[in-house]
């Protein structure tokens, strides 16, 4: 275990889609076999980072490596040899499985695609236990998408991602289509997969509960930058940035006695428009706690641990206000 | 605190033994199978199960939004009148005025080439026969109402201009425009995000606060019926499978279909290292008729030879309140979460 390389190291990321500033400026590392989850809402630019790091598009500016490697600029073919190295599972398993193959034909497509061609009498057998490892029988190799359940596409899906056996697993949003039942077994699969497996894991979601059931660790991103990092401990236990304790404050808990019992932090409705981010702080048209110099500095990042917050409010030794108690007009005087 | 019906003299909406089925293609689809519910005056009731367990189409029935070709039979009673089996033009005075209803996802709603102020006022020139001058001022009045902030510049804004939860307001403010004793809202937040849905339900409360609105919430997210619901209503395959005020349902679930729900969700607190999700194995069945059998038998832990020959009837569970449950065999009071 000693010196194996980061699964996923992201610099200074940048992705503009003409004016519109998607990722500005991420960086990231997830050491091998570690989770770490990417939290943010529609808009956050969360799911842009993903398609940055298995290069869907080609990234404006910063440096993707993955597993050592870089990978910002190379092109498809030069990327071949490092397809293996990640691969991803995306929210609607309907969408993006071919309606046309068979399960077994698309499970073995990484295989296909990365030059080992695979003989169709020998497909079976090594799709089979692929299948089986994500909890399919083997006859489903000879099944279509359509005959199959949303909860079994998805695990076709991630049988699908790990054919490859790759070093890192992009997950964006896997459970958000699915009905609660069917989310309990998929995130259940993901964790058994990756405990016995030992992949790493960038898991995009918005949904907090699933982060903290999955998640080692946990990144907070907002307007297209990150806001907070951290341990998932400490960002449950003690999150620093007003927007992550908003966040954690907004979720309701399906516990009736507890839920009613909590203060709600209200945040105006509106994402700003990431065709022109507010100055300063991005989340300062939206924060309770904002004051002035947070329309004119960029928040450094306080370092916390192993991760940070970017936030005026928060002191050098990691402490600041909650918005989930703070009254707004006492926390600057 | 005998076994009386939780109808009072306050009941605003009377479901009674609805069923609705839809010829298909491939035979009969058994959509709702003797569903009741009650709706009590400034109550809000939450309707929770998987997707085609049938919580939609029970919504939409009550004031006749389901297409020609669905078979509705049973009763639904609005303040005594009968709406099952209607005339439409008896139905269109219903509509608006008494019901009204809020859908999922506001942007196919709303008409996209006109501003929400004339959306709103449209409401108001149809039922209310308000002149267009006065709808307008009471569509920004009602803007307010739902917490659009100012109100009387986004009286003149296009849907695609305003942002998700604001469409939803948007929404809001037409469903209540003619200040209707029922509200419906079908996954009223399930598009929006987390920090939007919290402002969303306060809306919700609000209105049920200040005008005694009934509102019968459909959803999906146990946290939305944690936080809203006075009481719920848990469908599963088309039935109500248990009903129970809200904080007894989660502290005490009776049907196996609920506790599995329940414990399915992950809860604060807890990582894959030391615990582990339950699931339910299986899936929602597509019914073409109802048996006589509890329809979560098949994926049930406490499943037997009864739960497959006959359909456990909707009875007081426990010690004689106000909570029902359909099973043979009721959970035991496990405490599912005994050290939290």
């Given amino acids: ?333 | 605190m005998t076994t009386a019906p939780a109808s009072t003299a306050t009941t605003v909406l009377e479901m009674r033994d609805l069923s609705v089925s839809f010829p298909t293609e491939t035979g009969t689809v058994s959509a709702v199978d003797g569903a009741a519910l009650d709706l009590a005056a400034g109550e809000i009731v939450g309707m929770v199960g998987e997707s085609g367990c049938g919580k939609s189409v029970t919504g939409m029935s009550i004031a006749g939004l389901l297409p020609g070709s669905a078979r509705v039979t049973g009763s639904v009673r609005l303040n005594g009148t009968e709406l099952v089996g209607a005339r439409e033009s008896a139905l269109r005075r219903v509509r608006g005025r008494e019901i009204a209803y809020i859908f999922q996802e506001p942007m196919t709603s709303l008409n996209p080439v006109l501003t929400v102020g004339r959306q709103i006022g449209e409401v108001l020139q149809v039922h209310e026969r308000m002149s267009r001058r006065a709808a307008h001022a009471r569509a920004v009045e009602l803007l307010t109402l739902v917490g659009i902030p100012s109100a009387t510049h986004r009286v003149g804004a296009y849907p695609h201009q305003l942002s998700g939860g604001m469409r939803q307001r948007v929404m809001i403010a037409m469903a209540v425009a003619c200040g209707p004793k029922v509200l419906v809202a079908d996954e009223p937040t399930t598009a929006l995000d987390v920090t939007v849905q919290a402002g969303i339900l306060q809306v919700l409360r609000d209105l049920r606060d200040r005008l005694g609105t009934s509102i019968l919430i459909i959803t999906h997210d146990l946290g939305v019926i944690a936080d809203i619901a006075d009481r719920v209503v848990v469908m599963y395959a088309g039935r109500v499978v248990e009903r129970a005020p809200v904080t007894d349902l989660f502290a005490r679930p009776y049907h196996h279909y609920t506790a599995g729900l329940l414990s399915a969700s992950p809860k604060p607190g807890r990582h894959a290292s030391t615990a582990r999700l339950a699931e339910i194995p299986g899936l929602v069945p597509v019914l073409s008729t109802q048996p006589d059998a509890c329809t979560f038998a098949d994926r049930c832990p406490a499943a037997d030879a009864r739960c497959r020959e006959s359909a456990p009837p909707l009875e007081v569970a426990g010690d004689g309140t106000d909570h029902l449950a359909a099973c043979w065999h009721p959970c035991p009071p496990q405490p599912r979460e005994a050290n939290r």
């Fill in chain 1, 1 to 333: 275990m000693t010196s194996r390389p980061n699964a996923l190291e992201i610099e200074d990321l940048v992705m503009h889609f003409g004016p519109v500033r998607a990722v500005d400026g991420v960086s990231l590392t997830i050491a091998a076999g570690r989770v770490t989850a990417l939290v943010g809402e529609s808009g956050s630019g969360k799911s842009t980072v993903g398609r940055c790091v298995v290069r869907l598009v080609e990234p404006t500016a910063g440096v993707v490596r993955i597993a050592g490697a870089d990978v910002t600029h190379l092109s498809r073919r030069q990327l071949r040899p490092h397809r293996d190295a990640v691969s991803i599972v995306f929210q609607d398993p309907a969408a993006s499985l071919d309606p046309r193959m068979l399960v077994g034909e698309i499970v073995a497509e990484p295989l296909r695609l990365a030059g080992r061609r695979v003989p169709r009498r020998e497909r079976e057998a090594r799709v089979a236990p692929q299948l089986e490892r994500v909890g399919l029988r083997a006859e489903v190799a000879r099944r279509y998408p359509h005959e199959l359940s949303g909860g079994q596409r998805q695990r076709v899906s991630i049988a699908r991602a790990l054919v490859s056996e790759p070093m890192l697993l992009i997950a964006d949003e896997p459970t958000s289509a699915l009905d609660v039942s069917v989310q309990a077994s998929v995130l259940n699969l993901l964790a058994d997969l990756q405990r016995d497996i030992g992949f790493a894991c960038l898991f995009i979601t918005h949904d907090l509960s699933a982060v903290e059931y999955l998640a080692d660790d946990i990144a907070v991103m907002y307007l297209g930058q990150l806001v907070e990092k951290g341990s998932r401990e400490r960002i449950f236990a003690r999150p620093a940035h007003p927007y992550t304790q908003a966040l954690l404050a907004a979720a309701p808990v399906a516990d009736p006695v507890r839920q009613r019992q909590r203060q709600p932090v209200l945040l105006g409705d509106d994402l700003p428009s990431a065709l022109d981010p507010p100055s300063g702080c991005r989340f300062r048209t939206r924060c309770p706690l904002a004051f002035d110099t947070c329309a004119t500095e960029v928040p450094p990042q306080v370092p916390i641990g192993d991760g940070m917050a970017a936030c005026h409010l928060v002191r050098p030794d990691g402490t600041g206000p909650d918005v989930r108690t703070a009254d707004p007009s006492e926390v600057l005087s």
